[in-house]
């Protein structure tokens, strides 16, 4: 998505979030978590772009610093032209009105001693928007959004059900009429059943008033319904993006592919596990990445090349970026190493898998 | 005991709790088998008693609830019965059981050395190095890798994915009859979960264990079930073989719950429809009547749905359904 036509709305180049841990020996360096460690993404009027990963991968901290509740230790993000790093105290706090944070608990979200429509109109008193005699008006309007009665708006937080308190949280971000939502796995925590619900809303909403979202989740299946555009993170770094039909239709970074294989589906019930792609043992620790290609240690096509040589982003299709160095071109097409001998080699595979 | 036997048997079962307005009934009439070597699942969203069912099995209901009805038959012994000391001859012996969340399941302050040996000498009276070498033998097994040196850590020294396999371990150390694993990869990333599912598989097919497995991931159903119970409102809405509640879902809930999943489609189609939605949400335990506790969300709802829970019916062979749309197929 570096290939941005037009202007972005959101844009963020070579982002670093570093965090210091532990404590510093006399004399020795300072240990670093490089939770986002060179990111780069673009985000266009009215897409959403989703960032999926693992935990540790750092995505829900690249949405944070989108937010600025993360601080960066280097990069920028621009934010309709503006500089945010260069943003400070009423000019950042006008532009947050623009920006709105959708939250992944719907139960530690919510004020439990404001009533719900207190808890959606404060964003309009906070930040003054609009005139205040038309703010109960206002208040009332969003509730019939989100799929909630008028009369709610007297309840307490603890008298709705987890999918009504994601409403809440949805007619929350809405309130200041931002250009962008960053929505940080607005589903995770609810029933598959409400959970259709939520993604239905999301979409109607983005449909008739056009925002951006920044979607963060790990869900593969969630992300294929709702997204425009994917990014893949491992380990701080963005290791594919893509339009959302090239990527589904062929993932290219072998992590991507061991993603998508490993998601269990009603349709592919056993056999799809008999032919997953097993990845052995967990990330490597953000505090001292490996050397390389950070996938390099679980990835069954690596070779001695990946261990010592980090792969840059390329583009291998339009519009399709991945950091491999052996996504191979044959027939005019970009394939995966997992992909290039298709289905024996994977399913020969023993079913156990080392850890 | 021979094959066609069930190893652990429900029948009945009833599980009400008191409180100061007065007793709710959270289980009721919950019956079915599990079968030597089998994986049942028990499917549902929370809130539906698939979480309170497995406790009741290791009669861990909590202060405020009771057992008010039923039986729980392992092996012919109705655990209902059991005064304590028995159970806890029983409890990480014959039946043992796995957690959602490994971290808070985990004792912080033992190595897991310790953890999976306690079962090993309250059960099989091992002595102290007896236990540490069954330890590091479980470990090995369960695939942690240099378990001599794992088995001295804490639970905090290792990852999400390794403390499942320890909890893994520990719940099988005693070759159980069955297992039960309430929701055992929801905390855990889909590569990891990918990996827990391969070595609760492994073992259940070294060891002849049979697995209840608790899940809401109706693609974790379709990978590790062969039979499943999907319950909703503390009962049991529809029982089959996997292979016919996923094909052919009798329940207008089970096909709801189905529907409403996000595919995870190859040739992604650029119009995607609104996926289908069940309206509405679980009533609460009070909410619960006399009726059907799908009718309220129910798109087939006939007005007999709100008067009279209807029995099981069959669907097929093996498949019973908790609906009056199958009137007429008998049980």
Redesign the interface.
């Known amino acids: 998505m570096n290939h941005a036509p037009g202007s972005p709305l959101l844009s963020v180049r070579d982002l670093q979030v570093h965090f210091p841990v532990g404590r510093r020996h006399w004399g020795g360096p300072q240990a670093v978590v490089r939770a986002v460690d060179g990111v780069s993404f673009d985000l266009q009027r009215g897409r959403t772009l989703a960032i999926v990963g ?2 540790g991968s750092g995505k829900t901290t690249t949405a944070l610093s989108v937010m600025r509740l993360a601080q960066p230790t280097g990069g920028s993000i621009r934010f309709a032209g503006q500089d945010m790093g260069a943003l400070r105290g009423q000019a950042l706090r006008s532009l947050r009105r623009r920006l709105q944070l959708i939250f992944q608990d719907p139960y530690s979200s919510l004020n439990p001693r404001q009533r719900a429509g207190e808890i959606v109109r404060a964003p309009l008193d906070l930040m003054d928007v609009g005139p205040a005699a038309g703010r109960d008006a206002r208040v009332a309007e969003l509730f019939a959004q989100v799929g909630l009665r008028p009369e709610q708006r007297l309840l307490f937080p603890h008298q709705f ?1 987890g ?2 308190r994601q409403r809440l949280n949805i007619a929350r971000a809405l309130a200041s009429g931002p250009d962008l939502i960053v929505c940080d796995e607005p589903v995770s925590a609810l ?7 939520i ?2 809303l999301l ?2 909403i983005q449909r008739e008033q056009g925002q951006s979202f920044l979607f963060i989740s ?1 869900d ?3 992300v ?2 709702i997204c425009d555009d994917i990014a893949v993170m491992y380990l701080g770094r963005i290791v594919e993006s893509a339009p ?2 090239s990527f ?2 062929r993932p290219l970074h072998p992590y991507s592919v ?3 294989s ?9 056999e ?2 008999r032919q ?1 792609i ?3 043992g ?1 990330p490597p620790s953000p505090i001292d990445p490996p050397p390389g290609c950070g996938f390099a240690g679980r990835c069954p096509a690596a070779q001695a090349r990946c261990r010592e040589q980090a792969p840059a982003l390329r583009e291998a299709a339009p519009g399709h970026f991945v950091a491999c160095h052996f996504v191979e071109y044959r027939d005019g097409a970009a394939w995966s190493p997992l992909a290039a001998n298709p289905a024996p080699a994977s399913a020969t595979s023993p ?5 | 005991m021979s094959a066609a036997e069930p190893v652990l048997e429900v029948d009945r079962l009833n599980v009400a709790f008191q409180s100061r307005r007065g007793s709710a009934s959270v289980l009721n009439d919950v019956s079915f088998r599990l079968m030597p070597g089998e994986t049942l699942c028990l499917v549902g969203e929370s809130g539906c008693g698939k979480s309170m069912t497995a406790l009741a099995i290791m009669r861990l209901v909590p202060d405020s609830g009771r057992i008010a009805g039923g039986q729980i038959r392992l092996r012919g012994t109705d655990l209902v019965r059991c005064a304590e000391p028995e159970l806890r001859r029983i409890r990480g012996n014959q039946v043992s059981m796995i957690f959602q969340e490994p971290m808070t399941a985990l004792n912080p302050v033992y190595t897991v050395g310790d953890q999976i040996g306690e079962s090993l000498r309250l059960h099989r009276r091992l002595d102290k190095a007896q236990a540490r070498a069954g330890a590091i033998d479980m470990l090995r097994s369960v695939g942690i890798p240099a378990p001599e040196r794992r088995v001295d850590e804490y639970p905090h020294q290792l990852s999400g994915g390794m403390r499942q396999r320890v909890m893994i371990a520990i719940a099988l150390a005693c070759d159980p009859a069955v297992l039960i694993a309430d929701e055992p990869t929801t905390a855990l990333d889909v590569t990891v979960q990918a990996q827990i599912f391969d070595l609760l598989r492994e073992q259940q097919a070294r060891r002849g264990t049979a697995v209840l497995l608790i899940t809401h991931d109706m693609g974790a159903v379709a990978e590790m079930a062969d039979r499943v119970v999907v319950m909703y409102g503390g009962r049991v809405a529809e029982e089959g073989p996997v292979q016919d509640i996923l094909a052919r879902p009798a329940h207008p809930y089970t096909r709801g719950l189905i529907a409403c999943l996000p595919g995870l489609d190859p040739a992604a189609d650029e119009a995607r429809p609104d996926l289908p939605e069940i309206p509405g949400v679980v009533p609460s335990v009070w909410q619960r009547g006399q009726g059907c506790p799908f009718h309220d969300r129910c798109a087939q709802a006939m007005p007999r749905c709100q008067q009279a829970f209807p029995p099981m019916f069959a669907a097929g062979p093996a498949h019973r359904v908790a609906c009056w749309l199958h009137e007429g197929g008998t049980a």
């Open positions: 693992e935990s059900s999918g009504q029933d598959i059943a409400i959970r259709a619900q993604l239905n979409r109607r790990h593969m299946a969630v294929q319904h959302r039909q589904f239709g061991a993603l998508m490993a998601v269990p589906t009603v349709q592919g019930g056993r799809r596990a997953r097993r990845l052995a967990d079913p156990r898998s080392a850890a």
